[in-house]
Nanobody, 114 residues
């Protein structure tokens, strides 16, 4: 199994940027599809971006062109660079590792507000 710890959330003004990081331990991320999901108050959790073990990347339509997912296999980390943030990006962001069994981090709050 793998343990995931997110960091990098916070309060940012509209149009600003944040970089989230997910540090994995217990197993190598190379065997998982790594993803970022988010959950806004009163809404279902939704996929934001995923990077497969082979390096294929998919983004939700709402973040395409603004967010970038990347991973560093040597550091066992997965990052989410978020640019041009909008109030509707406000949510708790969760790191996920999926290799048949799904593992989740505890989440990090991102608030976009003026």
């Amino acid at each position: 199994q793998v343990q995931l710890v997110e960091s990098g959330g916070g309060l940012v003004q509209p149009g600003g940027s944040l970089r989230l990081s997910c540090e994995a331990s217990g197993n190598s991320i190379t065997i998982y599809a790594m993803a970022w999901h988010r959950q806004a108050p009163g809404k279902q959790r939704e996929l934001v971006a995923v990077i497969t073990s082979g390096g294929n990347i998919h983004y939700a339509t709402s973040v395409k062109g603004r967010f970038t997912i990347s991973k560093d296999n040597a550091k066992n980390t997965v990052d989410l660079q978020m640019n041009n943030l909008k109030p509707e990006d406000t949510a708790v962001y969760y790191c996920n590792a999926n290799g048949g069994i799904s593992y989740w981090g505890q989440g990090t709050q991102v608030t976009v507000s003026s």
